[in-house]
Nanobody, 126 residues
């Protein structure tokens, strides 16, 4: 069974940084489309970033472009989300997701992903 475990969330001040990790077990990270989503209280789950298994291109929500960077670590079978210049509106539970096969136009649709982590809380506040 494929399992995803997020870590690295916590409290950061506005303008600060956090690095989230998503460790994949039961599968090889580079065989999946990987993504990060987030969900704030009272809001629907929101796309943050994703890339295909080749990792040639990474796609970002407009709200995080230039601030967040997604990467893959093949050696440790994980994906990462470097979050810089954090804003209070970034506060949410962040979820890692993996998809076995997705078309490019569906990358932002959470319903298209097969496996999900439990999430890690990110709080941006002074």
């Amino acid at each position: 069974q494929v399992e995803l475990v997020e870590s690295g969330g916590g409290l950061a001040p506005p303008g600060g940084s956090l690095r989230l990790s998503c460790k994949v077990s039961g599968g090889t990270v580079n065989t999946y489309t990987m993504a990060w989503f987030r969900q704030a209280p009272g809001k629907e789950r929101e796309f943050v970033t994703s890339n295909r298994r080749s990792a040639e291109n990474t796609y970002y929500a407009d709200s995080v472009k230039g601030r967040f960077t997604m990467s893959r670590g093949s050696a440790d079978n994980a994906v990462y989300l470097q979050m810089n210049s954090l804003k209070p509106e970034d506060t949410a539970v962040y979820y890692c997701a993996a998809g076995r096969r997705l078309i490019l136009s569906s990358l932002r649709n959470p319903a298209q992903y097969d496996y999900w982590g439990r999430g890690t809380q990110v709080t941006v506040s002074s």
